[in-house]
C-alpha cells in the first residue's frame, strides 16, 4: 500500500542575508524544504534575494528586525506552525 505523501516541511531562518543563515537557507533548500529567510529592512540586495531568484518559489524573503519588538512577535507565531523548524 502506497505510503501518504508528507507535506514539505518549512523552515524560518532568521538572519539569512548572509553568512551561517544564508548557507543555512541554500542547505535546506537543496534538501527539499521551504524556507522563509528573513533580511532587515531596507532595499539592499543580499545573496539571499539571488538564491529566491533561483528557488522556483520555495524561498520567501520576509523583513524582519528582531530588535523592533512587534515584527518579532508576528514571527514567533509563525515558528508555531506544526510543520515548522525555527531556527536563528
Ligand atoms: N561564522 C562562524 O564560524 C560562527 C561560529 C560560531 C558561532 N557563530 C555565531 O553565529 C551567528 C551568525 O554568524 P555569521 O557568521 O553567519 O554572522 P554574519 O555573517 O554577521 O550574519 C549575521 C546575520 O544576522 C543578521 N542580523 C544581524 N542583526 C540582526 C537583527 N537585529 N535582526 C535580524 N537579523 C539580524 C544579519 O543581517 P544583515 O545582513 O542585515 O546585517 C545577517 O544575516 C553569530 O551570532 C556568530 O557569532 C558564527
Redesign the pocket.
Known sequence: MPRPERPVPTILI??????????MAAEFLGHGWNVVG???G?T?R?P?HDLADTSQGRLEIEV?????PPSSTRYTTSCQRDDSTCC?
Do not use: E, H, K
Open positions: 532568521i538572519g539569512a542575508s548572509r553568512g551561517l543563515g544564508y548557507a528573513t533580511v532587515r531596507g539592499r543580499t539571499l524582519l528586525d528582531i530588535n523592533d536563528s
